[in-house]
């Protein structure tokens, strides 16, 4: 019998509610920004100058260092490029 997953990878490696909710988000974004270099097939040099990032920080984010960077800056990065990001929550009863 197998351990069934909440969907959240983070909560199932034992880290809190909130903590696991600001890695998943944190790592969706960051999925995001290597799409979007893949697709536009953007050098590092390239990507940083148009992302208004420095070639480290974006570094960070390619190779997956989710601690190296702050949902502010990934969300910087993301609206520098072009692409629009929203937040929403789920859960109120209205």
Do not use: C, W
Request: hydrophobic share 45%; proline share 2%; no cysteine.
């Amino acid at each position: 019998m197998g351990i069934q997953s909440t969907g959240n990878v983070f909560l199932d490696l034992g880290f809190s509610p909130a903590e696991s909710q600001t890695l998943l988000i944190k790592s969706q974004l960051m999925h995001t920004i290597k799409r979007f270099l893949e697709d536009k097939q953007l050098s590092l040099p390239e990507a940083a100058k148009l992302m208004a990032v420095s070639k480290t920080g974006l570094r960070y984010i390619v190779q997956g260092k989710i601690n190296q960077v702050t949902l502010e800056e990934l969300i910087g990065i993301l609206v520098q490029a072009g692409l629009n990001v929203k937040v929403s929550v789920t859960g109120l009863n209205s």
